[in-house]
């Protein structure tokens, strides 16, 4: 069974920040996500999810592979290869994997405008090295929403979020509906 972590920040650059680190800890398997989403709300109010994996472009050169592969078959590589990419493309567009792509966008109509959001799905981490490597990002956001158990949300509260009332900044943090 898999968590769902959001973290909402002032700007999108901390939020960026905490998604690299996210990563770097994948890598060093202190952590395995299964999804990883920056959502950021623009100063108009647009909200933007940037990803970590472009389905679209994976499914294209996938679909490239596997069509130039049949076409050789029948003789007809640059078609089957056209034809491949384009039907890769299309399955890749219609994916949702991971976190819904609604469920976030409503998440950043929560946000301050100008603000940030990491969504995370995580499948499994060792917590406590992963908090302590998290240490840059101690006080600087709020918890949005969990599917955490109680004692560790609040865990992950007291780790990150800035103290009731006040942003990182001290200015006042507008509450945010759980989504």
């Known amino acids: ?15 960026q920040s905490l998604r690299d680190e996210l990563m770097k800890l994948q890598k060093d398997y202190l952590i395995e996500m299964e999804d990883v989403v920056v959502v950021t709300r623009s100063a108009t109010g647009d909200v933007k999810l940037h990803q970590t994996v472009n389905l679209t472009a994976a499914g294209a050169v996938g679909g490239t592979m596997w069509g130039a592969l049949i076409g050789l078959l029948f003789l007809n590589p640059l078609l089957g290869a056209a034809v491949g990419a384009g039907a890769g493309a299309l399955s890749g567009k219609l994916s949702d ?7 976030m966008k409503e998440v950043g109509q929560s946000l301050d405008k100008g ?37 560790q949300e ?26």
Do not use: W, Y
Request: proline share 5%.
């Open 115 to 151: 603000g940030a959001a990491v969504c995370v799905l995580i499948r499994k981490m060792t917590a406590d090295k992963v908090l302590e490597r998290l240490s840059a990002f101690h006080h600087k956001g709020r918890i949005i929403q969990t599917s955490l158990s109680k004692e």
């Open 1 to 15: 069974m898999s968590d769902l972590v959001i973290v909402a920040f002032p700007d999108e650059a901390t939020a």
């Open 154 to 179: 609040e865990k992950l509260k007291a780790a990150v979020q800035a103290p009731e009332g006040l942003d990182p900044k001290g200015a006042t943090v507008m509450g945010a509906p759980k989504a």
């Open 97 to 103: 994997i991971g976190i819904n792509d609604n469920f």
